[in-house]
């Protein structure tokens, strides 16, 4: 069963919206839940379902995704700190000052620069499937595989691009259900907040972040994973001490829909620090 929920938004100060899936007691501790770069505020359900019921939990809709609106045209592409300032202005529209804070995937790297460009409103810092980034300068040609990723998507449409990438997120054995699910998350996707996501993509620097990091730390992996490899999450963990690794077994990239008990499993111990 889900849980109730309700869609919220408010205005930027450049005058665009962004968008989010709100539940929970707006008094209670807040949980906030960023998406990676095929997804959307509504595949967070299963965790909004078990967590509202004791938090605030709210899942964004980063900009140009589900009605939030993309970045304006005068912002150059790839600027972390341009997103972590989305992200703040919602938090300040709600009035959440500190939060535990999750970023999957490409989120992954939006939640890092928060922290560490706002750590007093981070309890406790979330990372499952994490996108490093490829650390390139913004405005530089993008590498010829995110290049691939914006021609995929200008040629074939969200739903086509869909069609194309969605079964990579979940291991072997999903349910046709499940797939269908991950596949309409990536249909909604917009051409201009895909392109835009790339960008931020191509531009972050996850690892050089984390090292200003000090906080709570804790790392999700998934062991069928083909995007992020849990290999790679394991990599991190050893860099960092302070970090406490889950590996989520059977599942793929998407670890957070295809095995949900799991997921708020790790979640729940983050949650006890």
């Known amino acids: 069963m889900i849980a109730p929920h309700s869609a919220i938004s408010h205005t930027t100060p450049s005058g665009g919206v962004l968008t989010w899936l709100a539940a929970g007691n707006p008094d209670a501790p807040a949980l906030v839940l960023l998406h990676g770069i095929g997804s959307d505020a509504m595949l967070w359900q299963k965790q909004i379902a078990v967590f509202a ?146 960008h931020l993509l191509a531009c972050g620097r996850l690892a050089e972040d984390l090292i200003r990091w000090n906080g709570p730390l804790h790392l999700i992996g998934a062991a069928e994973d083909v995007i992020v490899p849990v290999k790679i999450v394991q990599e991190l963990a050893k860099t960092f001490p302070q970090a406490r690794l889950h590996v989520i077994e059977g599942a793929g990239h998407a670890s957070y829909l295809q095995a949900p008990e799991q997921f708020q499993a790790a979640l729940t111990d983050a949650l006890s620090v």
Do not use: K
């Not at 790297?109 to 300068?137: C, H, M, N």
């Not at 699910?181 to 835009?196: H, I, K, L, N, T």
């Open 53 to 198: 019921p004791h938090m605030h939990v709210l899942a964004w809709n980063a900009p140009g995704y589900a009605g939030s609106s993309p970045l304006s045209e005068d912002v150059l592409p790839g600027n972390p700190d341009v997103w972590a300032d989305q992200l703040a202005q919602g938090l300040d529209a709600f009035g959440v000052s500190r939060c535990v804070l999750v970023g999957h995937s490409l989120g992954a790297i939006t939640a890092a620069r928060f922290a560490v460009t706002s750590p007093e409103r981070v309890a406790t810092l979330v990372l499952s499937s994490p996108a490093r980034g490829y650390g390139q300068e913004r405005g530089s040609d993008l590498l010829p595989a995110l290049q691939a990723r914006i021609d995929d998507i200008r040629q074939l449409g969200s739903a086509g691009m869909a069609s194309r990438r969605a079964p990579r997120t979940l291991a072997p054995g999903a349910s046709t259900e499940m797939l269908a699910e991950a596949e309409a998350a990536m249909a909604r996707v917009s051409v201009a907040g895909y392109c835009d996501a790339v």
